[in-house]
């Protein structure tokens, strides 16, 4: 396996804005400007929700650099997520979710302006790098990869990044406790389904926590996004 074939996507970008809520928390987007051989093709990213049956949330190893004044400086070198991507008439474009606790996109870099170099090496479930080159041979031949089930350490990770489940965990909370980051969401799970590590949830012996997360997911807090936010 060549370090090449481990990219997944690799070019330059277009500062196109940066967002900061309790619904969505940290995202940046990004202008992907076309060749002239790229007029009618497809945005890059749209492989990667095609591979996930139309869904975003692919995960990739990203580093972010500067790009002009003779200057470049690493700006992000940490994990984000595909929120989502176009390709009509405005030109290609890709936001992402962003995994650091601080925004180092908000309120710095001016839109249509400022240029980084950007390059994504693809996760999987597991955390290791996916190989690109091996995956498009696959497809092309018409044996498509068989992903690895998501283990529920995992699916738990992601629930406690989510804005929404801090709010359903403090209004759950016992006293005036309130859960207003993924560390205090992370201990309300574990006190909630009785485990001391996530990981617990990945070894089937585990029975009883296991059910109790799947109870807590499918019932109550789906009843919550439900009540709350079920007319958006």
Known sequence: MSTESLIAFKGDVIFDGAFEDDEWGKTVRFI??????????????????KARKGRVGTRFEAAIVTVGDGQNEIIYNDNVMLKGWTD????WKVTFWLAS????????YKRGEDHFAIALVELDDDDTAIDQDKR??????????????????????????????????SRGAEGARVVTNKDQADAWLKQRINILSKRELDDEINVDQ???????????????????YGDE
């Open 101 to 108: 606790d601080d925004h180092p996109f908000m309120g710095t």
């Open 136 to 169: 498009d041979r696959l497809e092309k031949a018409g044996t498509h990869r068989k992903r690895k089930p998501q283990k529920l350490s995992a699916v738990a990770a992601i629930l406690c990044s989510n804005p929404r489940f801090w709010e359903f965990a």
């Open 32 to 49: 992907i400007p076309q060749q002239v051989g790229d007029i009618g093709k497809a945005n890059p990213f749209k492989k990667f929700t």
């Open 88 to 91: 009509g008439t405005g030109g």
């Open 210 to 228: 296991i059910r109790r997360f799947h109870h807590l997911v499918r019932i109550p807090f789906n009843e919550f996004i439900v009540r709350e």
